[in-house]
């Protein structure tokens, strides 16, 4: 039994079933459905899915790329995370700079054309490998803006000076527990336009009772099949770690959704999904070392031990 799992595919089937047909961004289409909560027991095994592989070494590093309030894909190609290329790539392809092929609306005509891909896929190589080269390079076209490692860690006020949010809430989860005001945000208005992407899971809070650490998200647009499984597990680390840092216990990961969608194009692969039973969770492995900030922890500090999920399921980026 997996109890956590069975919630998230009772989830993916209600959308695909009962959720209504909306026009996206990225003009693919979606079945969507608006406010949706699941709750995950921590207690009950890490809640990443086995009805197919999620990749948890590119979830251990993004998460961590976070904690630094690092907003550089550098380091996520550092670790082989190539999560975030697509938007960086994209504002390159358009800058003055670029002096390959035209990419012209190359996300969506590189899946409808095999040659194109193909150019597609070597260009971008090329854009990698050159961040991964070059500092100044890196500098100008590995930046997404003010994300969410900025916003957590140094979100900037109107009087020019920074907030730690994640040092903020840690100090008051170990001094003022029971404090409703355990808050950190990512929705930063002023900074939205200036990111790559505005931020999908956009504020979390903390609660602690007898002796356990909870963490609510709420999410205001969240792609089922592909981002909602990384979110999960995302969020269930982060709530580990932070109880790691504050001798607490883990409680539950509640997922809170606004926009909650299945893709167009995703629709076969839900299908293919939801005819696989659930194995076992796995469980967390963390070091007994207790860092002196989040932004210490490496990939070595952090295991699954039990993962034994189905095949992959591949399916297309909505960029």
Same mark, same amino acid.
């Given at each position: 039994?997996?109890?956590?799992?069975? *919630?998230?595919?009772?989830?993916?089937? !209600?959308?695909?079933?009962?959720?209504?047909?909306?026009?996206?961004?990225?003009?693919?289409?979606?079945?969507?459905?608006?406010?949706?909560?699941?709750?995950?027991? +921590?207690?009950?095994?890490?809640?990443?899915? !086995?009805? =197919?592989?999620?990749?948890?070494?590119?979830?251990?590093?993004?998460? +961590?790329?976070?904690? *630094?309030?690092?907003?550089?894909?550098?380091?996520?190609?550092?670790?082989?995370?190539?999560?975030?290329?697509?938007?960086?790539?994209?504002?390159?392809?358009?800058?003055?700079?670029?002096?390959?092929?035209?990419?012209?609306?190359?996300?969506?005509?590189?899946?409808?054309?095999?040659?194109?891909?193909?150019?597609?896929?070597?260009?971008?190589?090329?854009?990698?490998?050159?961040? +991964?080269?070059?500092?100044?390079?890196?500098?100008?076209? &590995?930046?997404?803006?003010?994300?969410?490692?900025?916003?957590?860690?140094?979100?900037?006020?109107?009087?020019?000076?920074?907030?730690?949010?994640?040092?903020?809430?840690?100090?008051?989860?170990?001094?003022?527990?029971?404090?409703?005001?355990?808050?950190?945000?990512?929705?930063?208005? @002023?900074?939205?336009?200036?990111?790559?992407?505005?931020?999908?899971?956009?504020?979390?809070?903390?609660?602690?009772?007898? &002796? *356990?650490?909870?963490?609510?998200?709420?999410?205001?647009?969240?792609?089922?099949?592909?981002?909602?499984?990384?979110?999960?597990?995302?969020?269930?680390?982060?709530?580990? +770690?932070?109880?790691?840092?504050? &001798?607490?216990?883990? &409680? @539950?990961?509640?997922?809170?959704?606004?926009?909650?969608?299945?893709?167009?194009?995703?629709?076969?692969?839900?299908?293919?999904?939801?005819?696989?039973?659930?194995?076992?969770?796995? !469980?967390?492995?963390?070091?007994?070392?207790?860092?002196?900030?989040?932004?210490?922890?490496?990939?070595?500090?952090? =295991?699954?031990?039990?993962?034994?999920?189905?095949?992959?399921?591949?399916?297309?980026?909505?960029?």
């Amino acid at each position: 039994m997996n109890p956590n799992e069975e *919630k998230y595919l009772q989830f993916a089937s !209600t959308v695909l079933t009962q959720g209504h047909r909306k026009h996206d961004r990225t003009n693919t289409g979606t079945n969507s459905i608006f406010g949706y909560q699941i709750h995950f027991d +921590l207690q009950a095994g890490f809640p990443i899915l !086995t009805t =197919k592989k999620v990749p948890f070494g590119l979830i251990k590093s993004e998460l +961590l790329w976070f904690l *630094k309030g690092d907003t550089n894909i550098r380091y996520l190609l550092q670790h082989k995370n190539h999560i975030w290329d697509e938007w960086a790539f994209e504002n390159y392809v358009k800058s003055a700079d670029y002096q390959g092929p035209d990419m012209t609306n190359f996300a969506h005509q590189a899946l409808a054309d095999a040659e194109f891909a193909k150019v597609y896929q070597e260009q971008h190589q090329l854009f990698c490998d050159q961040i +991964l080269a070059d500092t100044d390079f890196a500098a100008k076209y &590995g930046e997404l803006g003010p994300i969410y490692g900025r916003q957590w860690r140094a979100w900037e006020t109107s009087r020019h000076e920074t907030i730690d949010q994640l040092v903020d809430v840690i100090q008051q989860i170990k001094t003022n527990p029971d404090s409703r005001r355990l808050i950190v945000s990512a929705w930063n208005p @002023e900074d939205v336009p200036q990111m790559a992407l505005p931020p999908c899971h956009t504020l979390f809070q903390f609660y602690v009772n007898d &002796g *356990k650490l909870s963490l609510q998200l709420y999410q205001r647009s969240a792609d089922i099949f592909l981002g909602v499984p990384f979110n999960i597990a995302s969020y269930a680390l982060l709530t580990h +770690l932070v109880a790691h840092q504050t &001798g607490l216990q883990v &409680g @539950e990961f509640i997922h809170t959704f606004g926009d909650a969608h299945i893709y167009h194009n995703h629709i076969d692969q839900v299908n293919q999904q939801l005819q696989r039973t659930p194995k076992a969770a796995p !469980t967390l492995w963390l070091t007994d070392e207790i860092k002196p900030d989040l932004a210490d922890y490496t990939m070595k500090d952090i =295991k699954l031990i039990g993962y034994d999920p189905a095949p992959a399921i591949s399916a297309p980026v909505a960029v």
